[in-house]
């Protein structure tokens, strides 16, 4: 499958690595090659990852070592952990979670708790708050998530009220519905319909990597379609399940060094 550019100004690229299919939305062009800039312009950058269901901070923490470009040299990161609650897909059983899931697999149409949603993204804004008063530029700001932490990210970046550099979803799902809308940031009220999905997006502004593989079980490939819009056309791939490669990591770190913005 070839990288599909549409020539408007909002961008949908899609790059297919074996068995993933990879999208970004709302990307104003950009060319890949590498913009190696000097180390004394490079600029300081935050990325935050957010983990998936019962997993940990720290034992997402290697993912950091994949990123060895100099551009990073001045990136800051950060693994939270998320507090245990009662999963409602685990028998109510406590473990770490963003926020509430009630069925696994999760599918399109799988129910949504927004008001917990919310309290999480709070908490994510907070993060993101502290490092940019900290003096990071919200333009070097990137959130990433997998699986639940990639449906955190998504209403994270989604609904801060400033632009970042970036979102990156591996394996995630929208985890709100069309009346989440009322909440978002007036910038952010531009609507796109994505089949039976109304979805706020900020058009032209945080780009967002949507990272999904075919075969995954856990978080169904129809839960990833009311991301992307035109991902219903895009042909299945049978191969990667619910998890992250090292190639998508890769990619990752190629897309964040083009959007980050040199120290002035």
């Known amino acids: 499958m070839q990288p599909m550019l549409l020539t408007k100004p909002t961008v949908l690229l899609a790059v297919t690595l074996g068995s993933t299919i990879i999208f970004l939305l709302f990307f104003q062009p950009h060319h ?14 935050f990325v935050l990852w957010l983990h998936g269901l ?14 060895r470009s100099p551009e990073f040299r001045n990136n800051k990161w950060s693994f939270p952990s998320a507090p245990e609650n009662p999963v409602t897909c685990n028998y109510g059983m ?7 899931i009630h069925e696994i697999p999760v599918t399109a149409d799988s129910p949504k708790d927004e008001s917990d949603v919310l309290k999480a993204v709070q908490n994510v804004h907070a993060m993101i708050d502290k490092e940019v008063a900290a003096g990071t530029d919200p333009n070097n700001v990137f959130v990433c998530g997998f699986s639940q ?3 955190l990210t998504l209403a994270s970046v989604l609904l801060y009220p400033k632009k970042l550099g970036g979102g990156a979803v591996f394996s995630g799902w929208v985890p709100f519905n069309a009346s989440m809308l009322e909440k978002f940031p007036e910038d952010a009220k531009k609507i ?16 967002i990597l949507w990272s999904h593989g075919m075969a995954d079980r856990t978080v169904l490939f129809e839960a990833g379609q009311a991301g992307p819009p035109f991902l219903e056309k895009a042909g299945a791939y ?11 990591l890769q990619f990752l770190e190629s897309w964040i060094k083009t959007r980050l913005q040199s120290s002035s």
């Open 32 to 45: 890949f090659a590498s913009s190696r800039k000097p180390d004394s312009m490079a600029a300081r950058s």
């Open 54 to 67: 019962g997993d940990s901070g720290p034992a997402n923490e290697p993912i950091k070592t994949l990123f």
């Open 94 to 100: 406590r473990m770490p979670s963003w926020f509430d």
């Open 149 to 151: 932490g990639g449906a």
């Open 192 to 207: 796109l319909f994505l089949g039976l999905t109304v979805l706020g997006l900020k058009l032209l502004q945080t780009p």
């Open 238 to 248: 049978p191969g990667l399940g619910h998890s992250i490669s090292n190639e998508e």
